[in-house]
């Protein structure tokens, strides 16, 4: 158990709707990140929050949006979904805001989105 | 552009048939070098470290070493349990995180 939290474990929706997945880092952690993960793509980074405000921006779609609030927990909105946006999101999170560079990140066990 | 190739795509072995996956990598600026377990519908459990070449890192059955460019994940008689999909990261200036595809490894007993 790597102390990262995330809800909900799966989620089926239809085309065009609006989903919102949750994220809460480990005990101290200060950032989190954001990632996508499918069969022919792999593990794609999304973006990165620290202590509330983005710190770097991935292969994110502008249909999609995250934030982080005070109690460090953040969310990744999707909408306007389309079937090609069916993966496993995973969250992680990192001690300090260099963890894309040379902090551990350590990851969620991931929401599993289902768009049919 | 930044590339992480790891190879091969898929291993089997036998219990205890020491082999080697190969993290290689196109990047600039590299910061660090990660290695990750992957069980199948669930989140990368993080391994290793390592920061410049030379440097090595033990687990049980599990060693990491780095050079310039590449890294290689060392398993020593594997068990059954071993067998799970191996991500190799690297950390970029920017604080980017690279993945490669993985090596999805099968140990048979």
């Known amino acids: 158990d790597s102390g990262v939290t995330q809800t909900p474990k799966h989620l089926i929706t239809a085309t065009g709707q609006r989903v919102t997945l949750r994220c809460s880092p480990r005990?101290?952690?200060?950032?989190v990140y954001w990632y996508q993960q499918s069969l022919d793509q792999g593990l794609q980074f999304l973006i990165q929050?620290?202590?509330?405000?983005?710190?770097a921006k991935g292969n994110i779609l502008e249909r999609f949006s995250a934030q982080q609030f005070p109690d460090l927990h953040s969310e990744l909105n999707l909408s306007s979904l389309e079937l090609g946006d069916s993966a496993l999101y995973f969250c992680?999170?990192?001690?300090?805001?260099?963890?894309?560079?040379?902090?551990?990140?350590?990851f969620g066990p991931g929401t599993r989105l289902l768009v049919l | 552009e930044d590339q992480v190739t790891q190879s091969p795509e898929a291993l089997r072995l036998q219990e205890g048939e020491s082999s080697s996956l190969n993290c290689s990598y196109t990047?600039?600026?590299?910061?660090?070098l990660f290695w990750y377990r992957q069980d199948p519908g669930k989140g990368p459990e993080f391994l290793f470290t390592?920061?410049?070449a030379g440097e090595e890192k033990e687990k049980e059955r599990l060693k990491a070493t780095l050079t310039k460019k590449e890294s290689f994940l060392h398993i020593t008689a594997p068990k059954p349990e071993d067998s799970a999909t191996y991500l190799c990261?690297?950390?970029?200036?920017?604080?980017?995180?690279?993945f490669g595809a993985g090596t999805i490894l099968r140990v048979k007993s």
């Open positions: 005990s101290g952690d200060l950032s």
């Open positions: 992680a999170s990192s001690v300090g805001e260099r963890g894309g560079a040379e902090e551990t990140q350590y």
């Open positions: 390592l920061y410049s």
């Open positions: 990261a690297v950390g970029l200036y920017g604080n980017k995180l690279v």
């Open positions: 929050y620290y202590n509330g405000e983005e710190r």
């Open positions: 990047v600039s600026g590299l910061r660090g």
